[in-house]
């Protein structure tokens, strides 16, 4: 089996670079851990974890990807994946922790880190490329434009790092978008200070409404009695204005107005 066809609705774009594969391949910090590889394609960046002597296993749900990968890696028989990523019970397959990376699927790549986010506690490092734009989301900080709910709620676990932009003609076929990589490691948080559902539920109650103040997007999740008695300043900014830190105090004060 020559190569394998790009399919849109998998959102394949394969990478031809092979500079850019071990430098994707060069963000994983520990090579000790697992690795596992999301959306390997023809194994352009499974090269060079190989390499580095990793354990590495890998998803794929192209059947035609999985063949070639069989037939040309034959050092990972058993651990070639035919599986949806975001079906997939990571902490079946891996008992401790591990590290993932890849050339990330653009039509799924946001629900991919909201995955990770799942899995924290087993996942120290998560690094891989992706479209630019979410990216720039990623590591975005408050006051900026592209800082949003995914910027808020990773960066509350991880440190996030912007490593490097990648042109759009480095790829089979060339998506419309510029990629980028990052990088994501665990930060030492253990415990938010704050009731974690509840942090997740205002991060997006805030963010689905951003230009209005918080004030009014977060109405929805305030008792009737407290909403005309909130004073608090923190109630008159925007989402994007908010670090982590104040949504974590912002949660706590929504608490203590509910349990009034």
């Not at 069989?70 to 651990?79: A, C, I, N």
């Not at 900026?144 to 759009?168: M, R």
């Not at 559902?197 to 103040?213: D, M, P, S, W, Y």
């Not at 909403?227 to 925007?238: A, T």
């Amino acid at each position: 089996m020559k190569s394998v066809k790009p399919k849109k609705a998998l959102g394949q774009h394969f990478l031809t670079d092979l500079n850019i594969a071990s430098r994707i391949a060069a963000t994983v910090q520990d090579y000790t851990l697992p690795i596992l590889e999301i959306g390997p394609g023809m194994g352009v960046l499974t090269q060079f974890l190989l390499q580095q002597g990793s354990d590495v296993t890998v998803v794929e749900i192209d059947k035609e990807s999985v063949k070639y990968l069989t037939e040309h890696f034959p050092q990972l028989q058993g651990r070639i994946l035919e599986f949806d990523f975001l079906k997939l019970p990571l902490d079946r397959l891996f008992p401790g922790k591990f590290c993932v990376i890849g050339n990330y699927p653009y039509n799924i790549s946001s629900q991919i880190f909201f995955k990770v986010l799942d899995y924290k506690e087993q996942i120290p490092c998560c690094s891989g490329m992706l479209q630019k734009e979410v990216a720039e989301r990623i590591a975005s900080k408050p006051g900026n434009k592209a800082y949003g709910i995914l910027s808020v709620l990773l960066q509350a676990w991880y440190d996030i790092e912007y490593l490097f932009t990648v042109d759009e003609r480095v790829f089979n076929p060339p998506p419309k978008v510029k990629s980028a990589v990052i990088r994501m490691t665990r930060n030492s948080v253990t415990q938010l200070g704050c009731d974690e559902q509840l942090f997740k539920t205002v991060v997006k109650t805030g963010f689905n409404q951003r230009r209005k103040t918080l004030r009014n997007s977060l109405k929805p999740l305030l008792p009737e009695n407290a909403k005309e008695k909130i004073s608090d300043s923190i109630f008159d900014q925007r989402p994007e204005q908010l670090s982590v830190p104040q949504f974590i105090e912002l949660t706590n004060r929504i608490a203590s107005l509910r349990n009034m």
